[in-house]
């Protein structure tokens, strides 16, 4: 079964500083890849995806991430933060091919200092 | 833009009392989805359904949890007799394809707290 590994539970930047948040994922065949965030006492809110063609994925608020086979990684980044971008940060897998459910890691919480 | 809707968006129930949560999904998805997350925990996947019946379950998905597709509009997840660590958010999800090729759009989702 597909599975997804976020390194670093919780990120700080400065405003207007890069932020990259780490994702690994584990599956048999390349997935499905995505980032979902959530702001305090909200839902999630799909920001990009991955399902096949350009590696380099392009989301909302300015943030994109690119899709590396070789490193089995999906990592979301944005050149330079803003204070808005607080949250947490998920980022999800589902099999393309047997599953029929979407995983998701244990997430991020980006913090943005002024 | 389309939504999932979801209600209550915070219920408070006793132990061992039986609690719906209610979900409306977008109209034209086919796959539908409950997730929850713990306070501070991961999200987790219970169940997806399609077709009215279920698709896949988790672990987490035992005999106390059921779902259900009453009418063409909403969506239920019942529990049969809560227990303390059921207390979480629940998250209802659809999806117009499987296996999340088009993702997921989530309900603001409903806040379980058993006492």
């Known amino acids: 079964a597909q599975s997804v590994t976020q390194l670093g539970s919780h990120v700080s930047v400065s405003e207007g500083a890069l932020v990259l948040l780490r994702c690994n994922y584990s599956s048999s065949v390349p997935p499905y890849l995505f980032w979902y965030v959530q702001y305090p006492n909200q839902g999630l809110q799909l920001l990009l995806k991955y399902t096949t063609g350009a590696t380099l994925v392009k989301g909302i608020n300015g943030f994109e991430a690119e899709f590396k086979k070789s490193e089995t990684s999906f990592h979301l980044t944005k050149p330079s933060a803003h204070m808005s971008d607080a949250a947490e940060y998920f980022c999800a897998v589902s099999d393309r091919q047997n599953n029929n459910d979407m995983r998701f890691g244990a997430g991020t919480r980006l913090t943005v200092k002024p | 833009e389309p939504e999932v809707t979801q209600t209550p968006s915070h219920q408070v129930t006793q132990m061992g009392q039986e609690v719906i949560l209610r979900c409306v999904p977008i109209?034209?998805?086919?796959?539908f989805y409950w997730y929850r997350q713990i306070l501070g925990q991961k999200v987790e996947f219970l169940v997806s359904f399609y077709n009215n019946e279920i698709s896949e379950k988790s672990e987490i998905f035992d005999d106390q949890f059921s779902v259900e597709r009453p009418d063409g509009s909403n969506f239920t997840l019942k529990i049969r007799s809560t227990k303390l660590e059921d207390s979480a958010m629940y998250f209802c999800?659809?999806?117009?394809?499987?296996?999340?090729?088009?993702?997921?759009?989530f309900g603001s989702g409903t806040r379980l707290t058993v006492v």
């Open positions: 109209s034209n998805h086919l796959y």
């Open positions: 999800a659809s999806s117009e394809s499987g296996r999340g090729r088009g993702g997921y759009t």
